[in-house]
């Protein structure tokens, strides 16, 4: 749906303007939400054209669209990550090009470019039910059902009402869409047993909360929105990045790294 970029940058803004020790990693996620937003709003208004789900096929119509992000990080990231954009501005395009076909088929949580600019793209494939092809990714309920990609957060929320606790879904890292997911289970590898699962939370964000697994060694954060109904899984989980910190210290691996590397 159009406006789910308009609630992400929405509350991005929201918690830049309030908080302290996340604002510069908020700041720059709303331009990048912002240039993400282009880029799907750009593959949605084409006319006379849908995705076919190859990549490859898609790319002239992706590729052009892809400048606006670059500029955006070379303006608004950080240094290191600024220089690299401005580096792939003054590369041949087919640079850019080949670190979204590897992204494509081999994704990994630090390929911040090419996981920026997909993102939209699977979007726009999720909403036109268009199924991605040649992404060689494992199946099974803790990964995306029409992507194969792993989650990126946590969250519950009550979709029937009079209900006495939330659902549990998980929000996908590549297409941005979510699922719905057993509530005691590791999201990574499936331990179910309570004495292996692990939660920790912090009064500044109580409504946010780290989900760990002591036989993976794995953790997401969790979103309650049955507590704070206002929160944008994606945004907020940023926003609670001092958690992170908790989970490495006590030697937790996270899922999946968001776009700011947290």
């Known amino acids: 749906m159009p406006d789910f970029w308009e609630k992400q940058i929405a509350r991005a803004d929201h918690l830049a303007g309030e908080s302290s ?27 006379n054209w849908l995705p076919s789900g190859e ?16 500029e955006t990080v070379a303006r608004h990231a950080p240094a290191s990550l600024a220089e690299e954009a401005r580096a792939l501005l003054a590369s041949a395009p087919d640079v850019l090009v080949r670190e979204l076909v590897i992204h494509w088929r081999t ?26 092809a040649g992404r060689e ?12 990609g792993k989650p990126q ?18 929000l996908c890292a590549n297409c ?20 292996k ?29 049955t507590r704070f109904g206002h929160a944008a899984p994606l945004v907020d989980e940023i926003y609670a990045a001092p958690l992170d910190l908790w989970a490495r210290e006590h030697g937790y691996k996270k899922i999946e790294l968001n776009l700011v590397g947290v």
């Open 137 to 148: 990714l494992a199946g099974g309920e803790r990964t995306c059902p029409f992507c194969g």
């Open 107 to 132: 994704p990994y949580d630090t390929h911040f470019f090419a996981k920026s600019i997909l993102q939209p793209y699977a979007r726009w494939l999720a909403e036109t039910g268009t199924p991605p």
């Open 55 to 70: 990549l490859e096929n898609d790319l002239p119509v992706l590729q052009p669209l892809t400048k606006r992000l670059l």
């Open 21 to 47: 020790g996340s604002k510069e990693l908020l700041t720059f996620y709303a331009q990048l939400l912002r240039a993400q937003e282009e880029i799907y709003e750009s593959l949605r208004s084409q006319i």
């Open 153 to 170: 957060v946590s969250f519950l929320q009550n979709k029937e009402r009079n209900a006495e606790s939330g659902n549990r879904d998980l």
């Open 197 to 225: 699962l692990g939660y920790f939370q912090s009064p500044e964000f109580d409504y946010v909360r780290i989900e760990a697994c002591d036989s993976c060694k794995h953790y997401i954060k969790g979103i309650d929105l």
């Open 176 to 195: 941005l869409c979510s699922w719905e997911f057993r509530r005691v289970v590791c999201a990574n590898c499936g331990e179910e047993r309570p004495a």
